[in-house]
């Protein structure tokens, strides 16, 4: 019973990392993590094992407390493991807070798809409710290609995140119209792209914006304030506690 918990617990974390790696990312950012991760692997291993078996290596076997055997191959491993999870976060992070990297790196790995300027047909903001609350923009764009005309629509193709999830209803609704004014401008300035497959037009990528640093489009703005709110709570507590007599 016990084995077929494990392996249902197994199943489930792989679950996970299959669609959070290839469907909510491109799986181009694993191989950038994993090319930048055995890089870096070299130089950091040193630290990062003696750390990890807290040991100054010139031991080769150990145990933890529950008694078993832990040798430096495995410490290694983990090592690994852990400085892959790292990197894989800081690139999928990067490429999220950047419309313009993020455009670049499909233009570099795409070097055969047609770039054009699509009409937008339609653009309507609405706001996502629930536990992850956030202001999004629906548009439905336009092109031709060999004398074809395509059209499709996009559901959320642009978001806009809070600087705190809780927020009052008309601080989300402001929210809404900023997208929308966003979202309108940048189709103005024809800011707009769209790449597709010549060989299959119906294959195709869109992207609404080109700024080179906008934070407030991905899911890490929220997240970083939340802890730099939360660690600058801990701390002013920390130092009222202290010069308290």
Sequence with gaps: MKIIWTCIQWLVVAAFIVVFVFVFNSYRYLLYALICSSVL?????????????????????????????????MSKLTASVILLIVVYSIVISVFSVSPHLERKEFMVTHPNWIAVTPSILNLTADIQRGKNKYAYVDLEYQFTADEHSYSQKIDKAAKLYSFFPII??????????????????????????????????????????????????????????????????????????????
């Design 41 to 73: 692997y070299f130089p950091l291993t040193k630290i990062i094992v003696s750390k990890l078996s807290n040991q100054d290596g010139s031991e080769k076997v150990r145990y933890d407390v529950n008694g078993k055997r832990v040798t430096i191959q």
């Design 168 to 245: 009052g209803t008309r601080r989300f609704e402001e929210m809404r119209v900023e997208l929308l004014d966003r979202a309108t401008q940048k189709n103005v300035a024809k800011e707009c792209l769209l790449f597709y497959n010549p060989k299959d037009p119906k294959q195709q990528k869109f992207f609404l914006a080109n700024d080179s640093f906008y934070p407030q489009g991905s899911w890490l703005y929220d997240i970083l304030f939340v802890f730099s709110t939360i660690f600058s709570v801990i701390l002013v507590m920390a130092l009222l506690f202290k010069i308290r007599p």
